[in-house]
């Protein structure tokens, strides 16, 4: 499974924190994974691209967060959960979503999505996950994020997400960028982060200009050079520093077992009638497309079982 490294950074003053990560290849298998249309793709992995960036803020080693896009357009939903350890799964129900483009010549993601909610649901191991839910504000997923982090968590936090799709429909560059201001922030160093987003470049473009100029430098350095990129102008005293890397993996967590237990979910009838109608039962895990294939006496095991 595809794997990629997150920058995170805080700035000189102690005003704001950075992530930072350069998706393409996770985006990439995502895409073959599914079988996703170019619309799909940015749709997904603008989501896994949040999902890794909001994950690796968990402090416990069991502990996860779950984002839900739900919509009326035809892309239905969309859904992603990253762990404390970095891995990350997600899906959407339409994979095969299209939309014209819209005037700026970009993917539609907000059309695709429409009207309808986020959810975020993070359990952090307590006797209740805590459950956020707020009215998407375009369906453009970082505009999302960032209303949920300022309306749920009252939190100052921008997202910048990108996918750039190819005509073959590989993906050419996908990344994401998380800034979230910390208590004691002072007014010049907020000042400062807005202009820096004002005048920033669009992801993806910032992403590839990096590539290019990298030439074949690690991962980590192509995202020390990608931070300094966007940051360039900012003043000295509220500059970036890398305090650590940290790597995400798309990665399911599946298995014949956990599959075994949701199908007993359905009970002794439904699957006696399961066996009788069709002497087996298929099914297909939603996060990575593997098949579980459980014939009659599989079937007869389970219902001897409830």
Do not use: W
């Amino acid at each position: 499974m595809s794997k990629s490294k997150i920058l995170m950074a805080v700035d000189k003053s102690g005003s704001y924190r950075v992530h930072l990560c350069i998706t393409t290849d996770i985006v990439e298998e995502s895409r073959k994974m599914h079988g996703l249309s170019p619309l799909a793709t940015a749709a997904l992995g603008r989501v896994l691209t949040a999902t890794g960036m909001m994950s690796i803020q968990l402090k416990g080693k069991m502990d996860k967060v779950s984002l839900i896009f739900q919509g009326d357009g035809p892309a239905k939903q969309i859904l992603s959960t990253g762990y404390a350890n970095g891995q990350i799964k997600g899906y959407i129900s339409n994979p095969d979503v299209e939309l014209p483009l819209k005037d700026n010549g970009k993917l539609d993601v907000g059309g695709a999505l429409g009207t309808g909610e986020l959810t975020v649901v993070k359990d952090l191991g307590l006797k209740d996950p805590y459950i956020g839910t707020i009215a998407l504000v375009s369906g453009e997923i970082a505009e999302d994020l960032t209303a949920y982090y300022y309306i749920s968590e009252q939190q100052n936090t921008s997202f910048a997400l990108g996918v750039k799709v190819g005509r073959d429909c590989h993906v050419l560059s996908a990344g994401g960028m998380f800034i979230q201001v910390l208590p004691g922030a002072s007014e010049e160093a907020i000042t400062a982060l807005e202009n820096m987003l004002k005048a920033v470049k669009p992801m993806t473009t910032n992403i590839e200009e990096t590539v290019l100029a990298g030439g074949g430098k690690s991962e980590e350095g192509l995202l020390t050079d990608l931070m300094n990129r966007i940051f360039a102008d900012m003043p000295e005293e509220f500059t970036p520093e890398i305090a650590e890397f940290k790597e995400m993996e798309l990665k399911c967590d599946c298995s014949r077992e956990r599959i075994e237990q949701a199908l007993m979910t359905v009970g002794k009838q439904e699957l006696q009638d399961m066996l009788e109608e069709d002497g087996q039962a298929e099914l297909v895990c939603h996060f990575c497309g593997t098949k579980y294939l459980f014939d009659a006496n599989d079937l007869k095991s389970l219902i001897e079982r409830l």
